[in-house]
């Protein structure tokens, strides 16, 4: 699992290799990840969107941003969480994956929150180190 904390805003990401959803003689290879947002602060908070950045093994990137996640923009009052579990597909059997997501505050105060860089291994490829 991998962890990242904001402003007492804790984002744990679990991420998971699907092989019934990818073909190597395709080069189509998918993760499922399951993000966990928790409110340890004192006020209630808005996720209103999310900035991705996805890298395959040959080192090339991909940016997604839109609004909310999962077609939701949740609020979380303090000691509340929201769940959800999200997909990615890749071209090469590794990659990782970084982000943000924009949060607003009851007051409407604007401020970003990390999502931790986490990575994406297929279980059943051989690694090469050099």
Do not use: C
């Amino acid at each position: 699992m991998y962890r990242a904390i904001t402003r007492k805003i804790e984002v744990t990401v679990e991420p998971s290799f699907s092989p019934e959803q990818s073909s190597a003689d395709q080069s189509r290879f998918f993760w499922a990840y399951t993000v966990v947002i928790t409110n340890n602060g004192d006020e209630t908070v808005q996720l209103r969107s999310r900035h991705w950045i996805i890298t395959d093994a040959a080192g090339r990137q991909q940016e997604v941003r839109g609004e909310g996640v999962i077609g939701e923009q949740p609020v979380l009052a303090p000691g509340e969480h929201f769940e959800y579990t999200s997909g990615v597909p890749l071209s090469t059997a590794s990659g990782f994956m970084t982000g943000r997501y924009q949060m607003v505050t009851d007051s409407g105060e604007r401020f970003e929150i990390d999502v931790p860089t986490f990575s994406l291994d297929n279980p059943h490829h051989k690694r090469v180190l050099n």
